[in-house]
């Protein structure tokens, strides 16, 4: 039988009614960078013995290998995590930290950061480890850390879709060709808002609303009933002939197992980065950092690499299978829509989708 | 034999009730049933209420007080067409679900059929089989590059035939896939109703459609109301297939908007959804009345009394091939055609669709992925638990409330009603409430699987409810009068009469409320922590990732233990004589 109330949660709530709120001391060591932090993160971890993860990785090639991994180096803490997609997270997450019941120490996913910290569940923290990231990767406040980046491009069937007719730039997806071929994912920040507000800083408002207006005669297909995986998997059926702005590796993952699919990127190319965050009232700030270092640290970003992910670190490579959709190998600009910016372009975003593509 | 039917009256047993005015009279029993629903339908209900009336804050806490969302789903150019689609979506389904369902029950309930038991088999197998992928084998088998659009252009040398991503699509996979349950709950409503009025009317000279028409349906027609009711809001508040067939072709009905308006701000935000949810529970509140208007001449129909019971089967003779040719087809239709596209789908690296050269493509990768270490071990006992525990919840709680409702104990109907509500809650909506709730409770119980147990149950509480009412409405109250005469309390009324009575109905309720709750994905998702995962929500990751052909694997493997557990299940009740 396992047990129906969870002896985690149980403690942890025991704990937060003798403790209303985690010392000062222990929220002092997120932002730390004394000389001796790593020697007290040891410490304080093996006190709190226990770190809980949310993300929206995938749990068998991503989670599990990286809270094995950090167990073995780290065996007095157990980690356990949670998997959901960003919209479920973001609720989650809201829901615990209103009621000051907080079981996440650290909250990683693609979307989570910016609307997380905007909406105040989170607390500034700091971690030696993004010193190896590019500039434009990293966040001087230090409210989020990146921890993988994705890049966004077009899926098309190879069977419906001939490889010298495929869309090649932004302006080929006019083509009245296509009428009724396209489809766009709805109702996630990297799916219509990520595409819109692509072309709008790409384009400028002004053309960029002359571009809606003509794509508007498309008909898109508005997919609001998965992930961007699943769309490719659509196209893969030959239900749909061409997915707009779906995760670029996803076809080449599935290319290479023979499925009738590839990824063309169009110019310039919009790049997430998947982010952490810490919670406000977070219960475990020493296992927490300990975590965060893992994950940016060479060690995690291999187990991400080898998930298929791609890597924030440039001196970890990602899989030689995917690389072709990495703007710098492909020879495409890229252009990099922080968290921050894509929260910023979010509700006017989905204004234009609602007053436009929206049937 | 003699079988009564009379007229409604009232009931010659006093029920122990407070002293109030006639007309607010309440049994104590009731009132304390009524307390339970309330503490368990509330919250919930008042968290909906709530955020439709108010302003959500970034940190999603309610900020001011508003009528906006209100005042937007009126003016909003897309609340008349999506409820106008909705009606047409639910009717569509239900007619559909309960017309094909009632046929089946028919001919399995009440005639000599060769090979009809295997037909709760059947209906249990497809029980068994996870929304999503049975949606999306259809979506496969009639979608723009399936079998049934290249035969079709073929034949008739267009390009396009069928486009299954509209209106129909939706109520023809929807009412298919309500098949099994609507046999289900039919069938337990026919086996408790006495075939000898059809047998008088068959030796009156009717033939046997007409005595089915004229005698059992009209008999079972305050069972059978309940019963489109509940297939009506099921198809209301659906979510897989208008998501997966109605979104991509642009076909918008309430639960689509609910999930999109939740969903468009990025950050949560439940006020529209609210305002959507509350509407509904109003347009569900109005049906509910009807049909136990309905039901208020329930006495009329009941049939199993004191003087002797034993359902009969009818002899269709020569016609009976004919009925087996049926059952087989339906029997492909709802259940071989997604167990068999999910099967093929199992072997596959990818996720393609049929064609010859996806035969030379087999392969165990799939099985060989999730026997590895995986969340599938990690979770079966968590889902077992979830399923037993809610269904052992669920079923005698329901059947108390049942049999009060039926004998019309004071102030019953209030429990009717109240334990219809959950069926409004979209699920998406219900598990933002109960997370809310939970998170939020001073009892340790956030994020654990008791959490999750408690939550549906107080979802699957309305189907309990309508199995339960539909087995009690029938028991005439002759026998429990005599054992009430004879000096026996209402307790041992209830378990030496009632109970056993039931207990065919009740079994048939625990199976299926087991099953629908270790399936459900939206409830549990938000519930669930690290350590208390269940089967579904793994499954839904599944698709989430794409890993579809693992999730088909995965679904093989389910339905296989599905079936199992219903085998047994059966065959434990048959050893007690119980007919299943």
Redesign the interface.
């Known amino acids: 039988m396992p047990s129906l109330l969870n002896k985690t949660s149980a403690l942890a709530l025991a704990g937060a009614l003798l403790l209303s709120a985690p010392s000062a001391m222990a929220q002092e060591i997120l932002t730390s960078r004394a000389p001796d932090r790593d020697q007290q993160l040891l410490d304080g971890a093996k006190k709190e013995g226990q770190v809980v993860l949310y993300s929206a990785a995938i749990v068998n090639q991503a989670l599990r290998p990286m809270a094995e991994a950090f167990m073995k180096k780290y065996p007095f803490v157990k980690v356990t995590y949670w998997r959901a997609d960003t919209e479920e997270i973001i609720s989650k997450l809201s829901a615990e930290v209103r009621a000051k019941n907080v079981v996440a120490d650290l909250v990683e996913g693609t979307g989570v950061g910016e609307l997380a910290v905007e909406s105040g569940l989170t607390v500034p923290f700091t971690t030696p480890a993004t010193d190896a990231l590019p500039e434009m990767y990293r966040d001087p406040r230090g409210n989020w850390a990146s921890t993988r980046i994705s890049y966004f491009g077009l899926a098309y069937n190879t069977k419906l879709v001939p490889a010298d007719q495929v869309p090649k730039t932004y302006e080929d997806l006019l083509d009245p060709k296509w009428k009724g071929k396209l489809s766009w994912r709805i109702n996630t920040s990297s799916g219509t808002p990520l595409f819109i507000t692509t072309i709008r800083l790409t384009l400028g408002e002004d053309k960029a609303k002359e571009y809606f207006d003509k794509l508007a005669q498309q008909k898109i297909i508005n997919f609001g009933s998965g992930s961007a995986r699943t769309l490719v998997d659509r196209v893969i059926a030959g239900e749909i002939p061409i997915a707009l702005n779906i995760f670029a590796h996803h076809p080449l993952i599935s290319k290479a197992k023979g499925a009738p699919v590839n990824t063309q990127l169009l110019g310039p190319v919009p790049s997430t980065a998947g982010t952490m965050v810490v919670p406000k009232g977070v219960r475990h700030p020493y296992a927490a950092m300990l975590l965060a270092d893992f994950i940016i640290a060479k060690e995690g970003q291999s187990i991400f690499a080898k998930a298929e992910y791609f890597p924030v670190r440039p001196d970890v490579a990602p899989l030689e299978t995917l690389a072709p959709v990495v703007p710098k190998v492909a020879g495409v600009q890229e252009l990099f829509v922080s968290s921050e910016k894509l929260n910023r372009y979010y509700e006017s975003s989905q204004k234009i989708f609602e007053d436009k593509f929206r049937q | 034999m003699t079988t009564q039917i009379e007229e409604p009256r009232r009931p010659t047993l006093p029920w122990p009730a407070l002293r109030w005015p006639e007309n607010l009279r309440v049994s104590p029993l009731v009132l304390l049933l009524i307390a339970v629903l309330l503490i368990a339908v509330v919250p919930p209900a008042l968290f909906l209420i709530n955020a439709s009336l108010h302003e959500t804050l ?4 309610n900020g001011a007080f508003t009528w906006r969302f209100y005042q937007q789903l009126v003016s909003g150019r ?1 609340f008349l067409p999506s409820l106008v689609n909705t009606m047409i979506y639910a009717c569509g389904s239900a007619v559909i679900a309960i017309s094909i369902g009632t046929v089946q029950a028919l001919i399995v309930e009440r005639t000599n059929t060769p090979g009809r038991k295997l037909a709760f088999l059947a209906a249990i197998i497809s029980l068994g089989v996870p929304h999503i992928l049975y949606t999306v084998a259809w ?2 088998l009639l ?3 399936g079998p049934v659009n290249d035969l079709l252009s073929s034949l008739f040398n267009t390009t396009q035939a069928l486009d299954v991503y509209s209106l129909w699509g939706m109520m023809l996979i929807e009412g298919i896939g309500f098949v099994p349950l609507t046999f289900l709950l039919m069938s337990a409503v026919l086996r408790s109703t006495d075939a000898s009025f059809e047998e008088a009317a068959m030796m009156s000279g009717a033939s046997p459609v007409r005595a089915f028409a004229s005698v059992t349906l009209r008999m079972a027609l305050p069972a059978l109301a309940g019963l489109t009711l509940l297939i009506f809001v099921k198809a209301f508040e659906s979510f ?1 297939v208008p ?2 067939v109605g ?2 072709g ?1 076909v918008n009905v309430i639960t ?1 908007m609910i ?2 308006s939740s ?6 935000n439940y006020g529209e959804a609210g305002a959507y949810s509350v509407c509904l529970i109003i347009i569900l509140l109005g049906l509910m009345f009807w049909q136990s208007q309905l039901s208020r001449h329930a006495k009329r129909y009941q049939t199993i009394t004191g003087k002797g019971f034993r359902p009969r089967v009818i002899d269709l003779g020569g016609w009976r091939y004919g009925a087996s040719a049926l059952l087989v087809g339906l029997f492909l239709m709802v259940t071989v055609i997604p167990v068999a596209m999910l099967a093929f789908t199992s072997f596959q ?5 049929v064609s010859l050269e996806s035969f030379t ?1 087999l392969s165990l990768e799939n099985y060989q ?1 999730l026997l590895g ?3 599938f071990r990690d979770s079966i ?2 889902t077992l ?1 979830l399923g037993a525990m809610t269904a052992t919840l669920v079923v005698p709680f329901t059947a108390l409330c049942a049999w009060l409702v039926v004998r019309r104990a004071p102030g019953a109907w209030i429990i009717d009603q109240i334990a219809s509500v959950p069926l409004v809650f979209p699920a998406i909506i219900l598990s ?1 409430a109960f ?2 709730v939970f ?2 409770s001073s009892l ?7 959490s999750v ?1 408690l939550a549906s149950s107080v979802r699957y509480l309305p189907y309990g409810m309508r199995y339960a009412v539909a087995g009690a409405m029938q028991v005439h109250t002759d026998l429990e009068e005599a054992a009430t005469i004879s000096g026996a309390s209402r307790a041992r009324v209830f378990f030496k009469i009632l109970a056993p009575l039931l207990a065919a109905t009740l079994i048939s309720s625990w199976l299926l409320i087991f099953l629908l709750s270790v399936q459900a994905v939206s409830l549990p ?2 519930l ?6 269940v089967m579904a929500v ?1 499954l839904f ?1 599944l ?4 890993q ?1 052909t693992e999730l088909a694997a995965m679904g093989v493997l389910w339905i296989a233990l599905m079936t199992c557990v219903s085998v047994m299940f059966h065959m434990l009740t048959r050893r007690h004589q119980l007919s299943v």
Do not use: M
């Open positions: 970034p940190d999603g806490a897309f979506l496969l979608g723009r590059s897989e998501a997966l979104l991509a642009n689509t999930y999109q969903r468009h701000a990025g950050s949560p690296p990818f996720y393609g669709g493509r992925a270490p995986g969340s006992l968590n638990t933002v997370l809310d998170v939020n340790p119980l956030y994020g654990t699987l008791l147990i998702l938000l669930v922590g690290p350590g208390s995962e793994t990751e698709w989430q990732n794409g579809v």
